[in-house]
């Protein structure tokens, strides 16, 4: 068996704590650009602000390239 590394992590849906998938996250980072706002897109996911929040910061599922920017809050 090869050895877990931050290399071989486990990453996105694959990961077994995971509470949304790549395609969840491309649509939470799409709904954002187009003009919703956080407190909108929360409760379409069950999951919480601080969780959106990470994930279009790019802190959560960095690794997703979808051509989407890192988003910035003040």
Known sequence: MAK?????????SKHPMALLNESQVIEIRSL??????VKDIVPYYGVSKSTI?????RQNWRFL???FPAFKFN
Do not use: E, H
């Open 4 to 12: 877990m590394g931050p290399r071989n992590a486990l990453k996105g």
């Open 32 to 37: 954002y650009q187009s003009g919703k706002s």
């Open 53 to 57: 929040n990470a994930i279009l910061t």
């Open 65 to 67: 390239n979808d051509g």
